[in-house]
């Protein structure tokens, strides 16, 4: 299993897929699976059907996992997407940052 360098709330460029080059907020992540849910991206359609008698059905947008591998962090600092690294700090706390301009995340 790959590790996830991709977090909750990270921003993120798609670089593989239909939806590539979009950018978005990670929504949620599944990292057995390797899988990311990205705002805006790979969104499916669903039309739903009315609950009850006299409401209105409705079309749900809802977007579906997509491979982790396919995106990459877009880094806050300088703004580009990079490829994240791990790195021990002093005290031991494993940190990730960013290989372009070595801002380290918050996480
Ligand atoms: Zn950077």
Do not use: W
């Not at 699976?33 to 059907?49: D, L, N, R, S």
């Not at 079309?59 to 021990?88: F, H, L, P, Y």
């Amino acid at each position: 299993m790959a590790k996830m360098h991709i977090k909750s709330g990270d921003n993120v460029l798609v670089i593989a897929g239909k939806d590539k080059g979009k950018k978005g907020k990670v929504l949620s992540v599944f990292p057995k699976q390797g899988k990311v849910i990205v705002e805006g991206v790979a969104v499916a359609t669903k039309h739903q059907k009315p609950r009850q008698a006299g409401q209105p059905g409705g079309i749900i947008k809802q977007e579906t996992a997509v491979d982790a591998s396919n995106v990459m962090n877009i880094c806050g600092k300088c703004n580009k997407a990079t490829r994240i690294a791990r790195k021990v700090l002093e005290d031991g706390k494993s940190v990730r940052y960013c290989k372009k301009c070595n801002e380290v995340f918050n996480d």
